[in-house]
Nanobody, 122 residues
Framework: EVQLVESGGGSVQAGGSLRLSCVAS????????IGWYRQAPGKEREEVSC????????WYDDSVKGRFTISRDNAKRTVYLQMNSLKPEDTAVYYC???????????????WGQGTQVTVSS
């Protein structure tokens, strides 16, 4: 059974930083891309970053480029999202997800975690 468990959310002031973690299980972690997306109340789901293990390549939405960094530790089966220079518009529930494919961005996800809330105050 594919499972993704996020942690690391919280409340910060604008300009602050948070690091989200996503622990994955139930599939071959080394073979598939894992991404992060977010959803704010009343807004569409938005994919913000993705990591392709087979190539080491990363993808970022323009809204987070230069501020967010995705990385993964295969030994720990964990994907991280380091978020710096946070803005109030980054406020959302953040989810990690996979579609068991090896490319980014994912666009669609068959599997996702329970989410972690990120709140950025001005």
């Amino acid at each position: 059974e594919v499972q993704l468990v996020e942690s690391g959310g919280g409340s910060v002031q604008a300009g602050g930083s948070l690091r989200l973690s996503c622990v994955a299980s139930g599939f071959s972690f080394d073979d598939y891309a894992i991404g992060w997306y977010r959803q704010a109340p009343g807004k569409e789901r938005e994919e913000v970053s993705c990591f392709v293990t087979t190539t080491g390549s990363t993808w970022y939405d323009d809204s987070v480029k230069g501020r967010f960094t995705i990385s993964r530790d295969n030994a720990k089966r964990t994907v991280y999202l380091q978020m710096n220079s946070l803005k109030p518009e980054d406020t959302a529930v953040y989810y990690c997800a996979t579609d068991l494919v090896s490319w980014c961005p994912l666009y669609e996800y068959d599997y996702w975690g329970q989410g972690t809330q990120v709140t950025v105050s001005s």
